[in-house]
């Protein structure tokens, strides 16, 4: 454009001149007039384009800088969002575990509670099978029989012939006789006729 304002500015100048006694340009020489005249400007040009590249690359890398600088604020915030959340969730896990843990006592004092209980109740039911087993005999009359038996022995024994023999003669016959059934081993000893003897010597062996 400056150059075609030029050359129709050169052109107006020619065909209006003053006196024909002015020197007339050539065509080339108008050229080369415009070209000479064509070269500063794009000089100027040039450097314009050269800074506004200069600027538009600085403004561009300046929007990276602000873009990466967001970017990793993003990035820190989301971080720091996340380490929250695994903190929390690492509180509840162990309050859960804490939960989890008294229960667990809980349920093994339990455990043991009852395990003792079992075993105090194991132990009654065998003392009361004891108890009934010792006293069966009490409750069938089998003792209230052997008392019975015995006492009648007893009293036929000592009271048979009472004013010959006494008390610890009799007894000392007693204990006579089941001694040597035990040192001989013998199932039955006949020994009645050995009843009858004096008390009064038996009494002078004896002490």
């Known amino acids: 454009m400056i150059f075609s304002k030029t050359k129709r500015r050169q052109q107006h100048n020619l065909f209006h001149r003053t006196s024909l006694l002015v020197r007339f340009s050539s065509k080339h020489r108008l050229k080369a007039n415009a070209y000479s005249y064509e070269e500063p400007l794009k000089r100027k040009s040039r450097a314009h384009h050269l800074v506004k590249n200069i600027s538009r690359t600085y403004n561009s890398l ?6 990466i600088f967001r970017l990793f604020a ?3 915030r989301f971080t720091r969002e996340i380490f929250l959340f695994i903190e929390k969730l690492i509180q509840i896990i162990r309050v859960i575990h804490g939960w989890i843990q008294m229960l667990r006592s809980i349920l093994s004092a339990i455990h043991l509670i009852v395990s003792r209980l079992m075993i105090l ?8 099978q004891l108890l009934t087993l010792l006293f069966q005999p009490f409750s069938n009359g089998q003792f209230a029989n052997v008392v019975r038996s015995f006492s009648c022995f007893l ?6 012939n009472g004013a010959c023999y006494t008390l610890h003669a009799r007894t000392r016959h007693i204990v006579r006789a089941v001694r040597q059934r035990w040192r001989r081993k013998c199932a039955d000893v006949d020994n009645g006729e050995e009843i009858f003897y004096d008390a009064i010597s038996d009494e002078y062996e004896w002490f």
Do not use: K, V
């Open 62 to 67: 300046c929007l990276a800088a602000a873009f």
């Open 74 to 76: 993003q990035i820190d």
């Open 121 to 128: 109740i194991s132990s009654i039911h065998r003392l009361f």
């Open 155 to 160: 009293f036929h024994y000592y009271s048979s």
